[in-house]
């Protein structure tokens, strides 16, 4: 009878060990898992032209001449959990001032937060601040070859705060259709609402074609599309890349925007009262000399003969060539530079101060150190 009373003892406790490591695998599971990432980045930049007023003009983030500058500092957390992901990317320095330069006072370390939900395999929802869909390049360092961000970068939206589908027709397409408040900006600066929508063809391995746009009426008075009701924006985008073998690398970007003021008649006295177009075209050569070392090029052409996006006309034409040395098992990029820009009138300081070089030459290098928890 002992014997017994042991042997169903035991074979209670065992029981009980079972449950509770099922209980316990259960709570893991449903746990979900967090991941953090982020880089630091710094450059050394020299402008040729030695301007007066120690900026480089034209530029997004490298703006300074004949200083070792701080970047970007960026920590970005993701959780996920069943269908559920969360993101808040974080980020602070001189480029978290001018990358989220719509947003207010402690708003502005907010690169994105959104939240996604899986509603099933195909189809996924966004609400919140995120990254734009339009343009080839990133505010990220780490993701761009080249440092120095192009004047279609500059000129397209940062980011959009809004809510979005993205739907995976197949493995060769995809489409997205969302709503936000406008272009950079955590609150909208007016009643309306834009528009943005992308398809996104992979006809075959190693080829991505994005067709992207926005539209919408995006009057106000904190930025340059005019303060009438009725000055309606549009911007159609597209991006392409093509990996031609393991080492070169084919990408191309374009972008036509309009801006239509919405008056009935033209006013001379007011300076949005004519309509405005602008755009541009960008090709990108990357190519792998070894596994840790590289070399860039962009070239690119960017019209405002309006002066709708810079407060005054510019037609200007770019050739940048980028080093990419991978070192510290590739967390550590090391990216000498060089940037050569021309402009059809004079849009360039010199070392007077005067805006009257027609073209702006700067040598510098750029390290970037980047970290994952994955």
Do not use: C
Request: aromatic residues 14%; glycine residues 10%; without cysteine.
């Amino acid at each position: 009878m002992k014997r017994l009373l042991s042997l169903a003892a035991a074979m209670l406790f065992a029981g009980a060990n079972i449950a509770n490591a099922q209980e316990m695998a259960t709570v893991e599971e449903t746990k979900g898992s967090l991941s953090i990432s982020g880089y630091v980045d710094a450059y050394y930049q020299y402008n040729l032209n030695k301007p007066e007023s120690g900026l480089n003009q034209g530029r997004i983030f490298d703006t300074k001449h004949n200083n070792f500058s701080l970047g970007l500092v960026q920590t970005m957390f993701t959780y996920t959990k069943g269908r559920a992901t969360v993101v808040a990317d974080l980020t602070f320095g001189p480029n978290a001032e001018l990358g989220n330069f719509g947003n207010e006072g402690t708003a502005r370390v907010i690169k994105q937060a959104f939240l996604s939900y899986a509603l099933t395999p195909k189809l996924n929802f966004t609400i919140g601040q995120y990254g734009t869909h339009i343009g080839y390049e990133l505010i990220d360092a780490p993701l761009n070859y080249n440092y120095s961000l192009s004047y279609l970068f500059g000129n397209g939206p940062f980011y959009h705060t809004g809510a979005k589908l993205d739907y995976a027709v197949n493995d060769k397409l995809g489409l997205m259709l969302g709503v936000v408040n406008g272009w950079d900006g955590l609150s909208d600066f007016n009643d309306k609402k834009s528009v943005t929508a992308q398809a996104h063809l992979a006809p075959v391995p190693g080829f991505d074609l994005f067709l992207n746009w926005i539209g919408g009426d995006e009057y106000n008075t904190l930025s340059n599309f005019g303060d009438n009701k009725g000055s309606y924006t549009s911007l159609y985008d597209l991006t392409t890349s093509y990996a031609l073998n393991d080492a070169l690398k084919v990408g191309i970007n374009a972008a036509y925007g309009a801006f239509y003021t919405g008056y009935a008649e033209t006013d001379a006295s007011n300076p949005w009262s004519d309509d405005a177009k602008w755009g541009g075209a960008a090709l990108y050569l990357n190519y792998a000399v070894t596994p840790t070392v590289g070399l860039g090029m962009r070239t690119e052409y960017f019209s405002d003969p309006e002066g709708v996006r810079y407060f005054g006309p510019l037609q200007v034409a770019s050739l940048t060539l980028t080093g990419d040395v991978k070192m510290a098992s590739g967390n550590l990029n090391v990216k000498p530079e060089i940037r050569f820009d021309k402009s059809q009138d004079g849009f360039f300081e010199n070392s007077s101060g005067s805006f009257s070089k027609k073209s702006q030459t700067t040598i510098g290098a750029a390290f970037i150190y980047s970290f994952s928890t994955e």
